[in-house]
T-cell receptor, first 113, second 114 residues
């Protein structure tokens, strides 16, 4: 099994630009989570999906952030427009047991200049 | 407020030595506590998970303990190796509406020197 796949692994963009992060969950998993990790705040849950349906997006910081899961094998996290304070590592995780057993991807390191 | 506090923030030890990482929490109602290991540049990987009725669980050289009365957990690493250098994250989940809502600690950064 390839595990959770995220792309790109690194993204550097200028303030104001749109950024799209991508995630392919482990095949057969029915829950998908997006997290953000910074030195100051640690890991923060942004949003999670169950069977492709967004369940809780209360962690999404602002309207500039949006996430979609058009099918069971693909999800995107979009930031538009991006700001320097969005610089962080963004992780995607998937699970068969909700929060009880999550498998994390390698993360996307986003730098907004 | 549901919180998870980890200490120390960082730790440096020599290869072969033992160490203990601490996690205190106020999350309620408690469901489970998990320790993750996160290598640099990678996502977290689960080491152990404990429910209310468990007070110790081992995974190789890693042993986690849980005291649900005092709301404290520890992760003990025996005979440390260079590969143990990583961030260790404590995650405490509460039950809510049939789901488990996690609260993450900010992690302890461990460096093992040869």
């Amino acid at each position: 099994d390839a595990g959770v796949i995220q792309s790109p692994r690194h993204e550097v963009t200028e303030m104001g630009q749109e950024v799209t992060l991508r995630c392919k969950p482990i095949s057969g998993h029915n829950s998908l989570f997006w997290y953000r990790q910074t030195m100051m705040r640690g890991l923060e849950l942004l949003i999670y999906f169950n069977n492709n349906v967004p369940i809780d997006d209360s962690g999404m910081p602002e309207d500039r952030f949006s996430a979609k899961m058009p099918n069971a094998s693909f999800s995107t996290l979009k930031i538009q427009p991006s700001e320097p304070r969005d610089s962080a590592v963004y992780f995607c995780a998937s699970s068969l047991l909700g929060f009880l057993e999550q498998y994390f991807g390698p993360g996307t390191r986003l730098t907004v200049t | 407020k549901n919180q998870v506090e980890q200490s120390p923030q960082s730790l440096i030890i020599l290869e072969g030595k033992n160490c203990t990482l601490q996690c205190n929490y106020t999350v309620s109602p408690f469901s489970n506590l998990r320790w993750y290991k996160q290598d640099t540049g990678r996502g977290p990987v689960s080491l152990t998970i404990m429910t209310f009725s468990e007070n110790t669980k081992s995974n190789g050289r890693y042993t986690a303990t849980l005291d649900a009365d005092t709301k404290q957990s520890s992760l003990h690493i025996t005979a440390s190796q260079l590969s143990d250098s990583a961030s260790y994250i404590c995650v405490v989940s509460k039950t809510s509406g049939g789901s488990y809502i996690p609260t993450f600690g900010r992690g302890t950064s461990l460096i093992v020197h040869p």
